[in-house]
């Protein structure tokens, strides 16, 4: 080790451009939001962030990302398994397509998705006469989380899919197990920890979505507001303290979400070496 | 039960991925083909797009630099908090876009921590073209990194060790060997850095201002557009974005290609040295 160090150069250059570049980007700006929370009394932030308001928009922006990752998880483990395991006509420009919602910018993919749930839209049309409605309620938010999660999941699971040898199926398969057994025993444990990570980088990615539901969601505040538009709200009123309050709640979240995740790849990874 | 998997797969996809792309071009073209001209040629959208491609002008290359640093430092040498740094890089991706413009309101907003500082001296942040580059920058900056820490981690240190022992210079050693190990890797956080920095919207619309042929990104004008009920209009400008993920969706694969071609490469000819030696 010592002696790799000594054999290359660069080191002092580049952990310097790393090291100031992260604090004047990324860690300055964001310790300003921590810091500003000093601004407020333990009491106002406390009932800040109890506004019915403010709880209102915390159980939905969580309800709906959570739900949208749960969605995520199974059809994403269907698309990477029939991606991973079947040959099909056009395979590989659906492959491509998939991280569609990665390169799509948010705002497209919410004008999109509002008109096509509209009740004159496309698909709009056909669910108001079953009395489903889609656009402007909570359930087109739902939606718009589902649209921007899927590439996570299906992307996390495809490589643990390609490593999974199929002769330990056939394996279990001559052994005597059934498809479901060989399934329940032998596939999904190995893709579970994967399948873990896809479902909380999906919703990691939903409960700070913005752009793609903004359009979709109506925006009627108890009812269809999400936090991210919240925070914006009190910006545009200048109250930067409820704004801050609001936000740090969120960033503790993510933190602890980010957290989880590389917890979880760390353990799988163990898993792998071991 | 295969071909019942492929077609609920493929159902599923159509419906959630291709239904709401098809949308876009048709409602783009739904009033003619003058509409669509006018829409994404008037001044509006002009400047628009003008200050869309500035962004990523700045922003993509600034990340480079960084990206290509921090993998450098991080994979070729052994420090104590190596790990917190990776965690660091990839903090603005845990981060919602709101929050990212907001932390720069915070800043340099009127009421921020330098607002009265930068007000004195007449320079504007928020609401400015510098405002919009800082946050879409903190957006975008762990593309390149993460995508070259792991590439680099894998090939090691031996090649370059060989170049300096051999006498080469630290910057030759760089262009030389690592720079064509990396480049497809490179390549593709690049690609994936510059659809993000263009199509940017939570983080732009905090602090940009929304002022019309000035702080106006191309995300915005279909925003704009879209809201004063210009639908046809908004959907034509949408349509060139998502001509660009299309472009970014097909650059990408390309590169994904060529890459697993040169780990092919790179594996065959290290299993027959008297290639390499040739």
């Excluded at chain 1, 999660?149 to 992307?155: A, K, Q, S, T, W």
């Excluded at chain 1, 579970?192 to 793609?212: Q, V």
């Excluded at chain 2, 907001?102 to 007000?119: D, E, N």
């Excluded at chain 2, 051999?166 to 720079?179: H, P, S």
Aim: glycine share 6%.
């Amino acid at each position: 080790m010592s002696t790799r160090s000594r054999i290359l150069p660069g080191f002092g250059l580049s952990l310097g451009i790393t090291c100031t570049y992260l604090s004047l980007i990324v860690l300055l700006p964001l310790a300003t939001i921590f810091s500003r929370t000093t601004d407020l009394s333990w009491a106002a932030f406390w009932s800040t962030v109890t506004n019915p308001r403010v709880i209102a928009s915390y159980r939905l922006t969580f309800g709906a990302s959570f739900l949208a990752a749960v969605v995520n998880t199974v059809f994403g483990l269907l698309v990477a398994w029939v991606l991973v395991r079947y040959r099909f006509p056009g395979r590989r420009l659906v492959d491509a397509l998939v991280d569609l919602p990665f390169a799509l910018p948010t705002a497209v993919a919410g004008i999109a998705l509002t008109t096509l749930y509209a009740s004159n839209g496309w698909v709009g049309q056909y669910l108001e006469p079953l009395g489903i409605k889609v656009a402007y309620t909570s359930l087109g938010i739902t939606v718009a989380l589902i649209f921007i999660g899927l590439p996570f999941v299906v992307r996390t699971v495809q490589p643990v899919l390609d490593d999974l040898e199929v002769e330990v199926e056939e394996a279990a398969a001559s052994l005597g197990a059934r498809r479901w057994q060989t399934f329940s025993r032998v596939v999904f444990p190995t893709v579970a920890p994967a399948l873990l990570t896809g479902f909380a980088l999906a919703f990691a990615r939903a409960i700070g979505e913005y752009g793609s539901v903004v359009f979709i969601s109506g925006n009627m505040p108890m009812k269809t507001e999400i936090v991210p538009l919240l925070i914006i709200t009190k910006l545009e009123q200048y109250d930067y303290a409820g704004a801050t309050a609001v936000a740090v709640v969120m960033l503790v979240a993510s933190f602890l979400l980010l957290l989880t995740i590389n917890l979880l790849q760390w353990a799988a990874r163990r898993r792998m070496a071991a | 039960m295969r071909w019942v998997l492929i077609t609920v797969a493929l159902a599923f996809l159509a419906f959630t991925l291709l239904l709401p792309l098809v949308l876009v071009f048709s409602q783009a073209f739904s009033k003619g083909f003058s509409v669509y001209w006018q829409a994404i040629t008037e001044p509006d959208a002009l400047s628009a797009a003008k200050l869309t491609l500035l962004i990523a002008a700045v922003a993509v290359p600034v990340n480079m630099v960084f990206g290509v640093a921090a993998a450098w430092c991080i994979t070729k040498f052994d420090f104590p908090g190596k790990n917190l740094l990776i965690t660091l890089i990839d903090l603005p991706f845990a981060v919602s876009p709101v929050i990212s413009g907001m932390i720069f309101v915070l800043l340099y907003g009127a009421h921020g921590w330098f607002g009265s500082w930068l007000m004195e001296h007449d320079i504007k942040i928020i609401f400015a073209l510098p405002g919009i580059i800082l946050a879409t920058t903190f957006i975008t900056s762990p593309f390149v990194a993460r995508e070259l820490i792991p590439l680099m981690q894998e090939q090691g240190t031996d090649e370059e060790e060989a170049a300096i022992v051999l006498g080469a210079g630290g910057w030759q050693t760089f262009f030389r060997v690592t720079l064509p190990n990396i480049k497809w890797g490179l390549l593709y956080g690049l690609i994936l850095c510059n659809a993000r920095a263009m199509g940017e919207f939570g983080a732009v619309s905090v602090v940009s201002g929304h002022i019309r042929g000035q702080t106006n990104t191309l995300p915005l004008h279909v925003e704009i557009l879209y809201n004063e009920y210009a639908f046809a209009a908004s959907f034509a400008v949408a349509s060139v974005l998502t001509l660009l993920a299309l472009v970014t969706l097909a650059l990408k694969t390309l590169v994904e290609w060529y890459q697993r071609r040169s780990a092919h490469d790179l594996a065959e000819a290290k299993s027959t040295p008297e290639r390499m030696a040739a």
